[in-house]
């Protein structure tokens, strides 16, 4: 109960923000990233949390929609035309990769997305009839601050809200079969291989619409800003740490992200030792071997206290 | 002729590179299931040592794998100890993520105390070349080569003639098996990855010679090696030089008709085509023809 | 004898794993409504030929026919819609789930066409209910004991609502009581329409439940019947006897 209580208030504050303090820029921009990190955490969330399939090549996705962002709006498309569009070429070229990659299993799907995550930099660099090249796209005018920034929101409220439906329907079971034990959903009567494949597409589809959003705002896309392999990391690292197979561990990750990258930019010793790296790394170790359930795991540890309860239940919640 | 002879010849010689690259990966994954993320990041730290011993001591970088060796072998035993022993009864994606994280955490420690900076190393012996048969070879290649082939034949030696090479073989074959048979497991699995380590950190100072570097270097060679590994087969050290030669025949033969900054697309495709395709790698392939 | 079209039916399965052929040319036919035993010695083939009939593997010749309809080398969620689900031997709980969750997930993917959310839950209760578990709902399907899961296993089976049930080695590793229990709920379900096929090594259990049995040795039917006629059969009991001078 009190926990809806705090997240109406959450949200309230956060739907009157930029009404409440119109000049506030900084804080604008840093909760305009909040929210769009939250809704790419929460995208991959969807493959990698949900079904279990790790993904570290989705930075294709989120580059095809900033691409289709940046290439349409300078065909005269209206920015928010452009972003389903960009979510729809993300999908669909996620239907192409993803049945191939879905034969694998666990650490060679992993290592498989790392390879086409990589590829498909590659071929947005060498492609530069269509994007340019290495030297990019630019876009020629933003939205101002505030709109921006309520982009954000929804998009990150639309990607929450469409997980927890997930979650709970009827395909949210599937996918949590398929996390379990593939083969004993299988004899259950869940074709893995479409469940996974719908997945993604979601997933795709979510994250090549936050690209969108991300080309807005940079006004500037190259290969290695949208499809490198760095953005591919962060999309694993925030909701790892958040807590994995959650709605909202994605976006504590976000949160956490968000601060830490913003602290890079005004922490000069942060900054001149790379230390977010490590920070991430250990947070990464850390997790892995003392509370995969992550930063919410380890709060509902605490709030349980060791009661003879039976953990939280990943589904029925 | 001549030109063919060439590609030939620098694809013979990056395939030494390539194989050195991955016996550590594949020892690794052989005896421990484990598959280490953090390789890229032990190729840096090894060439970064290696380059820092003869930026701060003016020791040659020839001589760098005498400290390079058992320091990153210590290194190895204490991160299986510390961290992947707890592991290791888990799902392999949760040692993945793992090593990841070291991984991470190893680029800090180049970026901290070496700075973004790219280094690189120049000696005489860096910047030879000499001529064989009409064709400009860098000794440094050659070197790489002898070095990667000689490791090979080490590895081979000690790991057939040596008890504790044949103990090491027990447990990647058969874990269970050997710990019945007496073998000390946890032991091995902390030499072999020791040993894992030492060589991709022994692979890092020969790249040093070779390549201008910087903290993320190893990431494109990274997914190499993972080509390498998986095109040989995963469990075998023969297994890597075969697939670290088709993987550099590949490449150069390729480069012929693809512009360069595509060429490491060549391995991408391969490594995933070969993941889907043929799971137990070509090595595999061809032991189970020679069944039939 | 005229009999009706059995429910399901091998012909001429036969499995081979590189140089050893495991099954070899078995014919089998169960009728609908019966309890349907498959025994053996050890290393009879049992476990490869149930995972034939479920499904789960692949014949390397034959076929498995289901109301008449090849089932074999489709896709094992597509036979689990069509009637057809297994058990596994060594149980597989999802364990990020509750009991109740599990039991969902069969009444959310068997037979029934998509129901929706409640009705897969009550579904998913009165399952509960029938298999004991009733009580255990909630709680997170690896607290459970060995013999709980064993019954979670069946009851996530039987929510797929379907026509054949296979169970395999269901009563491994049980105490004579729970056996009772497992034998006792394996008839309650029987009687409910469900066609069971039950493989098995415990044949004092087997011998009570079952109308008819089959019986394997080294991948070959040796006999077929009633379970007295079986258990009588000299080949059968040589077959037991010779695998255990030899074990």
């Not at chain 2, 949760?94 to 280094?119: E, H, K, M, P």
């Not at chain 3, 991948?219 to 059968?236: F, N, Q, T, Y």
Request: net charge positive; with cysteine; hydrophobic share 55%.
């Amino acid at each position: 109960m009190y926990r809806l209580i705090a997240l109406g208030v959450a949200v309230f504050g956060f739907l009157i923000f930029p009404i409440a303090a119109p000049h506030a820029e900084y804080a604008l921009d840093v909760l305009f990233l909040m929210f769009l990190y939250g809704a790419m955490a929460t995208s991959w969330n969807v493959l990698g949390g949900f079904s279990g399939q790790v993904s570290f090549g989705h930075a294709a996705f989120l580059g095809i929609g900033a691409y289709a962002t940046a290439l349409l709006a300078a065909a005269g498309w209206p920015l928010w035309a452009t972003f389903p569009a960009g979510g729809l070429l993300a999908a669909l070229y996620s239907l192409l990769i993803g049945p191939p990659a879905f034969r694998l299993r666990g650490p060679y799907f992993a290592i498989a997305t790392i390879g086409i995550g990589e590829a498909t930099r590659l071929i947005a660099l060498n492609w530069s009839s269509l994007t340019g090249g290495a030297s990019g796209v630019t876009l020629s005018s933003a939205p101002p601050a505030a709109v921006q920034y309520y982009v954000s929101l929804g998009l990150c409220a639309a990607t929450v809200g469409a997980a927890a439906w997930i979650k709970r329907s009827r395909f949210g079971y599937a996918l949590a079969a398929v996390r379990s034990d593939p083969d004993a959903a299988e004899t259950l009567g869940v074709n893995t291989t479409i469940a996974k494949t719908q997945a993604l597409f979601i997933s795709a589809f979510m994250l090549g619409v936050a690209g969108g959003a991300y080309a807005m705002h940079y006004l500037y896309v190259s290969p290695d800003s949208t499809f490198g392999f760095s953005t591919s990391i962060s999309v694993v690292i925030m909701p790892i740490i958040g807590g994995i197979g959650t709605i909202f561990g994605p976006l504590l990750g976000a949160a956490i992200f968000t601060a830490l990258r913003e602290q890079l930019e005004a922490n000069p010793f942060l900054a001149k030792y790379s230390l977010d790296l490590s920070v991430f790394g250990l947070l990464l170790c850390g997790i892995v071997l003392f509370e995969p359930r992550g930063l919410l795991g380890i709060f509902d540890r605490l709030v349980r206290r060791g009661a003879a309860r039976a953990p939280k239940d990943s589904v029925t919640q | 002729m001549q030109d063919t002879l060439a590609t030939l010849i620098s694809a013979l010689l990056a395939a030494g590179l390539y194989a050195t690259m991955s016996y550590g990966l594949a020892l690794i994954y052989g005896v421990l299931k484990v598959i280490n993320l953090a390789n890229a990041g032990v190729l840096m730290l090894g060439a970064y040592v290696t380059w820092w011993m003869w930026d701060a001591f003016h020791v040659d970088p020839l001589l760098a794998p005498i400290v390079v060796l058992p320091l990153f072998f210590l290194f190895g035993i204490v991160l299986e100890r510390v961290a992947i022993r707890r592991v290791i009864e888990q799902e392999p994606i949760v040692s993945l993520l793992l090593l990841f994280g070291v991984w991470l955490i190893l680029q800090n420690v180049a970026y901290a105390i070496w700075t973004g900076d790219t280094r690189s190393i120049e000696t005489p012996f860096v910047e030879a070349t000499f001529k064989l048969g009409g064709i400009q070879l860098a000794w440094p290649r050659v070197y790489v080569f002898v070095a990667g082939a000689l490791t090979l034949a080490v590895l081979q030696l000690f790991l057939t003639k040596t008890q504790f090479g044949r103990a090491i073989r027990a447990v990647s074959q058969d874990r269970e098996a050997a710990r019945l048979a007496g073998i000390d497991v946890e032991r091995i699995y902390a030499v072999a990855f020791g040993i894992g380590i030492a060589l991709s950190a022994f692979a890092g100072s020969l790249l040093s010679l070779l390549f201008p570097f910087g903290p993320d270097f190893g990431g494109a060679l990274q997914l190499k090696s993972f080509c390498v590994v998986v095109l040989g087969g995963l469990d075998s050290f023969v297994g890597v030089a075969f697939g670290a030669i088709l993987l550099s025949l590949a490449e150069a033969f390729g480069l012929r008709w693809m512009p360069a900054s595509l060429q490491n697309l060549i391995s991408f495709v391969l490594l995933v085509v070969v993941l889907i395709a043929f799971p137990k790698g070509i090595a595999g392939i061809i032991r189970s023809l020679r069944r039939v | 004898m005229n009999r009706p079209e059995p429910i399901l039916a091998g012909r001429g399965l036969t499995k081979r794993f590189g140089g050893l052929v495991a099954v070899r040319d078995v014919d089998l036919a169960v009728q609908a409504g019966e309890i349907f035993g498959l025994i053996g010695p050890n290393g009879a083939g049992k476990s490869t030929l149930f995972r034939l009939i479920a499904g789960i593997m692949r014949p390397s010749g034959g076929e498995v026919l289901f109301a008449g309809k090849r089932i074999s080398g489709r896709l094992t969620s597509t036979i689990c819609r069509l009637g057809v689900v297994a058990t596994h031997q060594i149980v597989r709980p999802f364990k990020n789930l509750s009991v109740l969750s599990n039991v969902m997930v069969g009444a959310f993917f068997g037979r029934q066409p998509r129901p929706a959310h409640e009705r897969a839950r009550e579904l998913a209760l009165e399952t509960l209910e029938t298999c004991g578990l009733r009580d255990r709902a909630d709680a997170a399907a690896s607290t459970l004991n060995l013999a709980g899961q064993k019954r979670l296993e069946i009851a996530r089976a039987l929510a797929t609502d379907p026509e054949v049930l296979l169970l395999d080695e269901v009563l491994a590793g049980l105490n004579p009581t729970e056996t009772d229990r497992t034998l006792e709920l394996v008839r309650a379900i029987n009687a409910r329409g469900v066609t069971i096929v039950i493989v098995e090594h415990n044949l004092r259990a087997i011998r009570g439940v079952c109308s008819r049995l089959a019986v394997l040795d080294e991948g070959r039917k040796i006999a077929e019947g009633s379970p007295d006629e079986v258990l009588r059969d000299p080949k059968v009991v040589e077959a037991y006897l010779g695998s255990a001078a030899h074990a």
